[in-house]
């Protein structure tokens, strides 16, 4: 039988553990406050403590430490109606054992004080880390009340405190990058460099030069020797995006950096120690490229230690809103902008097949036509087609929606030189340029090469389009 203490302000919450782990064969203690529950353990040490974070006077967080001083290394659950990824990261950084979100299943939370209980048994004691602060408090664009974004933030408070390579999947626009940064501005590599590496973007000729480096005279240019992008990481974070789409040659070469921690760059014979931490992210299912021999299964294996999947927007609706006005909030500038009901309605009505980015997109478009004051329906761009229930993949989602375009064109002045094919590229072109750069960094020779056009004939483009 063990001894836990709920400290909890609602009584519902309590009753709940004191009935079922009490049927359990545990003792169970009740404490409404931080400062009563920090009294309790000076007259008895429980096995394990069960901590909300929201409560009058003390907040759990900030009793957490005081806490660690009484009762050692018995490990503690927080508990929260209120998380964000703030919240995750000080909890776990802060020794909690795990990290539960309001409404939560009562046999789910026995099973995670069961385990706390026996690891903690079998486990020598062990000195807590103490800091109780967070390294940064901003979250980007990681915003999100919904069980399945609470999930998210708890792994990567989990992965932040883990030197190990972690596989980040989940649809396009869904935040793996914004993933990725957050779990290096949270471990303890903040304040080394953070490079994502768009591998799509490289030249596949010069791919091996680019992350690995090169001496001189291995190739025919190669003047002088030449740090890769692995190696001017040394102490960071890398992002190594789209790994999906890597040949297999690459990939013995990212496995045995990713093994050995060390790299060897081209016409070298000599391979040189490395100090990153190797994050990747697709949005292509691997395990289907496994069993096609498109990827090799040992480095997903090795990429995979930690696995972080971001849930698709139309999944957890409930953050529309939220990340509506959060959206809205950094573009107003001096402008009073909101969203009516009706907006708010329409926008939570649609499936968004572009996730959170295409949610951005029109947010920022409705933003632009109202012109200040309320934004209404009718101020959002149309929405794209839906995506037929058996179709599967960006291409079959893209195809839909410029079908549906071409319907809705009007072609009574196609004999009079109506320009439909110049008003189609005018509307595809641009976003189609914009993602490239964002996605190459900026740099317009990576964005050509990814495009497959000549660099003048891009910055002819970018002059028509954006000058």
């Known amino acids: 039988m063990s001894h836990v203490l709920i400290v909890d302000d609602e009584p519902s919450i309590c009753w709940g553990f004191r009935e079922f782990l009490s049927d359990e064969g545990h003792e169970v203690s009740i404490a409404p406050s931080a400062e009563d529950a920090l009294r309790l353990v000076e007259e008895r040490r429980p096995d394990a403590v069960v901590l909300d974070v929201r409560l009058p006077g003390m907040d759990g967080l900030t009793a957490m430490q005081q806490l660690r001083e009484r009762i050692g290394a018995a490990p503690i659950i927080v508990i929260t109606a209120f998380g964000n990824l703030d919240t995750a990261v000080r909890a776990i950084g802060q020794g909690a054992f795990d990290y539960l979100t309001k409404p939560f299943d009562l046999d789910r939370a026995a099973a995670v004080l069961a385990r706390a209980i026996e690891t903690a048994a079998h486990s020598a004691t062990e000195k807590t880390d103490e800091d109780s602060s967070s390294p940064e408090t901003g979250s980007g664009l990681l915003v999100g009340s919904s069980p399945a974004m609470q999930e998210v933030f708890k792994q990567i408070a989990l992965a932040a405190n883990a030197d190990v390579p972690v596989l980040i999947t989940g649809e396009s626009g869904t935040g793996k990058e914004l993933v990725a940064r957050a779990i290096h501005r949270h471990s303890e590599r903040r304040e080394g460099p953070f490079l994502p590496i768009c591998l799509a973007a490289l030249s596949p000729g010069l791919v091996e030069s680019e992350l690995f480096g090169h001496v001189r005279g291995s190739f025919t240019g190669a003047a002088h020797d030449r740090r890769g992008l692995l190696d001017l990481a040394s102490g960071g974070t890398v992002l190594l995006d789209e790994i999906a789409d890597t040949t297999l040659g690459l990939q013995v070469k990212l496995l045995r950096a990713l093994e050995q921690r060390e790299i060897t760059p081209v016409g070298d014979a000599r391979p040189r120690a490395t100090n990153i931490r190797i994050l990747a992210a697709t949005n292509r299912p691997i395990p289907e490229l496994i069993a ?93 087609a839906p995506l037929p229930e058996s179709a599967g993949g960006d291409d079959v989602r893209v195809q839909a929606q410029l079908a549906a375009w071409a319907q809705s064109v009007s072609f009574e002045d196609v004999e009079d030189g109506g320009g439909v094919y110049e008003r189609f590229l005018s509307l595809v072109e641009p976003p189609l340029l914009k993602c490239v750069l964002d996605r190459c960094g900026g740099n317009r020779a990576a964005a050509a090469k990814l495009l497959g056009m000549h660099r003048a004939t891009l910055r002819q483009k970018l002059r028509k389009y954006f000058d």
């Open 292 to 384: 096609r021999g498109e990827f090799r299964e040992d480095l997903f294996f090795r990429l995979s230690v930690f696995h972080i999947h971001l849930p698709p927007l139309r999944s957890r609706p409930e953050d529309i809103p939220v990340l509506a006005d959060y959206f809205l909030s950094g573009i107003a500038g001096g402008q009073t902008l909101r969203l009516s009901d009706a907006a708010y309605a329409e926008l939570s009505s649609r499936s968004w097949p572009g996730n959170v980015r295409e949610l951005r997109n029109a947010v920022e478009h409705a933003a632009i036509v109202a012109r200040g004051g309320e934004i209404g329906r009718e101020h959002l761009p149309a929405p794209g």
